[in-house]
């Protein structure tokens, strides 16, 4: 069975500060994926990032970075210079990587991020 | 393309109502995902299609749900006789291929009263 434990239920920061929100999870397969996705208030959740378990490189995409530890099951998001826009749920998803699973997620319970200016 | 479009937003139900949802995916994507998310949970999946073909079924969903993609383009979300423990976010994702990311709708919000 599968299983994504985000620790961090609420997280609040001041504007600009580094924020970074954990994800730890918990599969048998060997091959599978992992996503962050964004829930702003609107509902509609927003892809991130996807990353093959194959591939533990760090990514980096503007104020934004993963770190993947495939020895310790994280893939931590880390947000640099938070700002007011970055309010929202964040969820931590994994997937295996085999047959049609690939989009059938199973997401962690949320860590919801306030920015406070 | 306006992204995946659900209809309707909110839905208020009395206990034991029928209700039904619709999804319309973004244009030329042929998987179709259906999710549920209670307050303050994260979505938990449902079922999944290819085209019209319901591949994958959650045991989340009860004998009271059932869903459909008659022509492979839009899809419903029947839920008869309606609990309380029903109530929650109804998201709707759809992706181009198993190897491309999914894409969410806003959800439909039902309230079972």
């Known amino acids: 069975a599968q299983k994504v434990t985000q620790a961090q239920t609420e997280i609040s920061v001041v504007e600009k500060e580094d924020v970074t929100l954990d994800c730890v999870y918990e599969?048998?397969?060997?091959?599978?994926?992992l996503f962050w996705y964004k829930q702003p208030p609107s509902g509609e959740l927003v892809f991130l990032i996807r990353?093959?378990?194959?591939?533990?490189q760090n990514e980096i995409s503007g104020r934004y970075s993963w770190n993947f530890q495939k020895s310790t099951s994280s893939f931590n998001f880390t947000i640099t210079a938070s700002q007011v826009v970055d309010s929202a749920v964040y969820f931590c998803a994994l997937s295996e990587a085999i047959g049609n699973a690939g989009n059938m997620l199973t997401f962690g319970g949320g860590t919801r991020l306030m920015v406070k200016t | 393309d306006t992204g995946v479009s659900q209809n309707p937003r909110h839905k208020i139900t009395k206990r034991g109502q029928n209700v039904t949802f619709r999804c319309d995916p973004i244009s030329e994507h042929n998987r179709l995902y259906w999710y549920r998310q209670t307050l303050g949970q994260g979505p938990e999946f449902l079922t999944y299609f290819q085209n019209e073909a319901q591949l994958e079924k959650s045991r989340l969903l009860s004998d009271r749900f059932s869903a459909e993609r008659p022509k492979g383009s839009f899809s419903t979300l029947e839920i008869q006789r309606t609990e309380q423990g029903d109530s929650a976010m109804y998201l709707c994702a759809s992706s181009e291929s198993i190897l491309t990311e999914a894409f969410f709708g806003q959800g439909t919000r039902l309230t079972v009263v």
């Open positions: 599969t048998r397969d060997t091959t599978y994926y």
């Open positions: 990353r093959n378990s194959f591939d533990e």
